[in-house]
């Protein structure tokens, strides 16, 4: 069932409900994606990491449903306080894909307070491309005026920035901190004009604001993000995660788009060098709402190669 008014409808979704926010794909449940909305989140820990997702939503819908890779590069400068990272998104619906890279730089002040805090500050920069092409499209009108002009490309720059708190980086020890984020994405907001279409392109808003709660071997993480790209389309996410330390883990999560979630994961410990931990995971989502639920259930893969700087 592919059609400019299927296109149509899933674009409506998307402007009604927030799924992605309009122009930046959905937040993910997982922890680790946190520096792809969040640039101070780059290097956290001082661990030199590769992060890879992939995500197909709506397994139902066919071949319009979204789908998005996310890869990036993170590499702290430890005697520096800093860190350094580059990604490329890749992100389609239908006819509408883009295609982005951007840097972030975050800086950390460590060792705030008598617990072991720290703040991190950050920004990011970089470049999108949009690109409408209906060519694969099979249509009910073949006079559709969408289809008029053929392929069309924009490109546009990408700003933003952020900060994220945690009250104590210390780990396992039977003790418990509470972190907050917040940052701003996609500061340059402009007119997305491809053939006759048309996408406002919105700043962005994301909070984050959770816990960690450590025993002597595992972890505990509740955790609320606040999704705003206007005053009238809001996405909460809140989310359980358990984890067994350097063993898996495993959480569920809710969005106020009435998705519900599950993930899980396992972690290989020494891959291929000193201190070293191999994370991959699986996300399943299920929309339960009366607009979501006809399409089908998603999933997202996560692959993490991480090594500690330290």
Known sequence: MKNIKNLIFVIAIFLTIGVSAQ??????????SRAFWNPAYTGFGD????????????LGFGGQAPRTILMDFQYPFVNYNMA???ALQYDQTGPVSKKGINFNYAYHIKDLGQNNGQLSLGVTAGAQQYVFDPSDEVVNNEGDPLLSGGSQT?????VGGGLFYISSMDQYKNNTNFFFGASFVQGYQ????LDQLNQKRVSQIVFDLGSKIYGYDYSIEPIVSVNFS?????DVLAGLTFEMKDKFWAGIGYSSVQEFTIQGGYIFE????????????MLANIGLGDKLSTFGPGAELFFRYELDMD
Not at 190 to 193: A, E, S
Not at 230 to 234: D, G
């Open 270 to 281: 020494e891959i291929a060098g000193r201190d070293t931990r191999l994370k991959v995971g």
């Open 190 to 193: 402009t007119n997305v004009l």
């Open 84 to 86: 350094a990272s580059g």
């Open 230 to 234: 206007k005053p009238e389309i809001i």
């Open 23 to 32: 122009q930046t794909p959905q937040t993910s449940f997982f922890t680790q």
């Open 47 to 58: 661990k030199l990491a590769f992060n890879a997702f992939v995500r197909q939503q709506w």
């Open 154 to 158: 924009s490109f546009f720059p990408n």
